[in-house]
C-alpha cells in the first residue's frame, strides 16, 4: 500500500478476538472522516488478565477477512498493521505510536477508542504523551458519561467479542460477524463453533 504524506489515518485497536458487526460499523462510519483507517490487533494486551483464545495471527487474518466484508469505499481506505501482532512481549499504545511515528512522519494519527478504554486512559503507559503524539476520538456508547476527550456517536450495534464466543461455544453459530469471519472460525475450529 502507498502512503502519501499528511494523511488523516485513524488507529482502531483491540484485541478482536473476534472482530464483529460493531468494529466494521466503525469502520464504515468513520471512513468518510479520515483518508485511511488501520485496524491494529494487539499482540498481547497488557490491560485484559485472561489471554486471547484465538492467536494473534488467527486475530490478525480475522480483520483482514472481515475487510473484505466492508463496502467498497470503505474498503479502499481500511487496512490491517501487524506491528503489536509481530512484536513480542506486551503491546503498549504508546510504544506502537512510536513506532507508527517514524514510519509515517507526516501523518496525523487520530487513536479511536471505546468509552471503556477512554476512561482506563490515564492508567495507560505514558498518557500524556500519547495525547502529543495523537488525537483521540472516543466512539461514544449510548447512555454512557461523557468521556475527557472529543466524542462521536457512531449507532453501532451493541455486540461484544466475549457474547460472540459465548454464542459461538453454546449454538455453534452467530449472527454477530461478517461472512468472511464466519468462515474462518469454523475453518479454524475457533471458540467451539462447529
Known sequence: MKFNSGNSIGLLGGTFDPIHL???????TLAGKFDQIALIPTGQPWMKPETPIAKPKQRLEMCEAALEDLTEAAQEKAFVIDIEVEKSGLSYTFDTLQSLRAFFPRDNFTL????????SFNKWKRPEDIKKMAEILVVKRPGAKPSDFKELEVNAPDIS???VREELAATG?????SKNVMAYIKQNGLYGSK
Open 161 to 163: 467479542s466475549t457474547d
Open 22 to 28: 460493531g468494529h466494521l460499523h466503525i469502520i464504515e
Open 173 to 177: 453459530k452467530t449472527t454477530k460477524v
Open 112 to 119: 479511536i477508542l471505546g468509552t471503556d478504554a477512554a476512561f
